[in-house]
């Protein structure tokens, strides 16, 4: 499994891609391979300002459906449109073209999340 | 009559669950064949008390393999009693509410067992081998419950045996299974009709029971032999089958493809408490014999089913799943989700349900709730998908 250095991660299986006040959200390679594949992203939340640790949306598996969780606070901007149509690149790259929301961010300190390092720790991987 | 779709709140509980399942699986039961699937790299999961391959590939990716040409699923979990004797057909009439006596020697019956109170105790498939003896195939997760149930009834001393820890079942398949299985055996196997099944040597091991059954609507062929020979068969098969495309296939695709046809699963559809009417079961009840609970069952024929197990598709976006609740336009519950799945097949979200009778027919529109949203479906003819 794959977990670029240069991402930061959660506890709750996403990774942050953080650009100066934007963040790019997605899970883990890990997340894709237990959930399986991936049909439906449910994200409702666009516009909304959600907190840290809050729901921002849905992921549907054929067997499975998970919760998603905000990384850091902020506003979600953007729902990555390709996955309405292509689902399936979440488990085919999911840190890059199977990518979910793009946040505003409203909190900058990212201590709380993981390192690539931390990360692989807490799966066992 | 397979896997229990397991519905998760966060992916931290996921991993929570997925470390329970190791802690688990060390007092599980393996078929005879766990260490190939771990080798060919599958996810394992419990699974009524055994370590089972969900999923090699993928579930769509598989499913595909069992709709356009051939799979193999490991489904040697499931339950097999022999029952002998002078009183074997009169037992079983007693406790299946299918009409028994219909069977011809190498022919095969899909029944279920009532219980007293208008539930199912399991449903099940009935083999008869000759006049006197007759194979149960029944849910792994009911095994006990049906060796008891059933010996309960037991008074004319019919020869019980449980075969089940030593019996092997591979189910091979899909449309080219019969090609890709004809060079290891001599019978004629796409001559073979539906639900009937025959004796032979198969892959150089005799006494194999081959039965052309299944659970996914693509044809094809289940497998039963004795396990010591199941490394054997199992590389056969797949030696034999490599021309064609052949694959293993996990429980999960199991549930998507059984699903598309429609067929009722044990513990998700039907259960203790429902009642096999409701749940459509109508046409492996015979009325024509006294069986156990037939006369209530018999009486709320004639008095008409309050609900109806349904198919349905999402017309808005949404998954359905196991226990969500289906509700009229109103927002008034009127009734529960039993299955949901993404058809691979079709590329809808798919599911079966119980609904208020007054919302049965076909096109109607129902309502399921979705994390708090009312998602709208209609009712639709089952099968989703026709049989191959």
Redesign the interface.
């Known amino acids: 499994m794959n977990f670029p250095a240069e991402l930061k991660y959660t506890k709750d299986h996403e990774w942050v891609k953080i650009e100066g006040d934007i963040a790019t959200v997605g899970i883990t390679d890990f997340a894709q391979r237990e959930l399986g594949d991936i049909v439906y992203i449910d994200i409702n939340t666009i516009g909304s300002d959600v907190a840290e640790g809050d729901i921002f949306g849905t992921v549907e598996a054929v067997k499975t459906v998970s919760d998603l969780f905000m990384p850091l606070s902020g506003k979600v901007l953007e729902v990555n449109a390709q996955l309405d149509a292509n689902p399936e690149l979440v488990n085919q790259d999911p840190y890059g073209d199977g990518w979910m929301v793009k946040i505003s961010l409203t909190e900058k300190d990212s201590a709380g999340l993981l390192s690539a390092d931390a990360y692989q720790a807490l799966i066992g991987a | 009559m397979f896997?229990r779709?397991?519905?998760?709140?966060?992916?931290?509980v996921?991993?929570l669950i997925?470390h329970l399942i190791i802690t688990q699986r060390k007092f599980m039961k393996n078929t005879a064949l766990t260490d190939k699937h771990i080798a060919l790299g599958a996810?394992m999961v419990p699974f009524a008390g055994y370590n089972m391959p969900?999923?090699y590939a993928?579930?769509?990716i598989e499913h595909e393999t069992v709709r356009n040409a051939v799979g193999v699923f490991d489904v040697s979990h499931m339950g097999e009693f022999i029952l002998k004797g002078e009183g074997a057909l009169a037992l079983i009439q007693q406790v299946s509410a299918n009409d028994a006596a219909k069977l011809f020697d190498g022919k095969i019956q899909y029944a279920y067992l009532p219980n007293k109170e208008g539930g199912i105790v399991d449903d099940l498939l009935v083999y008869r081998i000759d006049e006197k003896t007759y194979m149960l195939v029944v849910n792994a997760s009911n095994i006990q419950k049906d060796w008891d149930w059933i010996q309960s009834f037991n008074t004319q001393g019919v020869d019980m045996k449980d075969i089940s820890d030593r019996t092997s079942l591979l189910a091979v398949q899909g449309p080219l299974a019969a090609k890709a299985l004809q060079s290891l055996t001599s019978i004629d196997l796409a001559a073979m009709e539906y639900y009937t099944f025959t004796k032979g040597v198969f892959a150089g091991v005799e006494n194999v029971l081959i039965s052309a059954t299944g659970y996914t609507g693509a044809g094809g062929f289940e497998i039963y032999f004795d396990h010591q020979h199941s490394e054997k068969i199992w590389d056969a098969i797949f030696e034999a089958g490599a021309a064609y495309g052949i694959k293993p296939i996990g429980l999960?695709a199991r549930?998507?493809l059984r699903l598309e046809m429609g067929f009722c699963l044990y513990g998700n559809d039907i259960n203790d408490q429902t009642s096999p009417l409701e749940a459509g079961l109508g046409w492996v009840t015979s009325f024509n014999k006294p069986f156990t609970n037939s006369e209530a069952l018999a009486l709320q024929k004639q008095n008409g089913v309050a609900n109806k197990l349904v198919g349905f598709e999402m017309v808005e976006?949404?998954?359905p799943?196991h226990d969500y609740e289906i509700c009229d336009a109103d927002g008034n519950t009127i009734g529960k989700v039993t299955s949901g799945?993404?058809s691979?097949s079709l590329q809808k979200?798919i599911g079966l349900g119980y609904v208020d009778k007054a919302f049965s027919k076909i096109d109607t529109e129902i309502f399921i709730k979705i994390?708090d949203n009312k998602i709208k479906a209609k009712v639709v003819k089952l099968p989703f998908i026709k049989k191959s």
Do not use: C, E, W, Y
């Open positions: 896997m779709q397991f519905v998760t709140k966060s992916l931290d996921f991993l997925s996810k969900v999923q993928g579930i769509n999960g549930d998507t976006r949404g998954i799943r799945t993404q691979p979200a994390r």
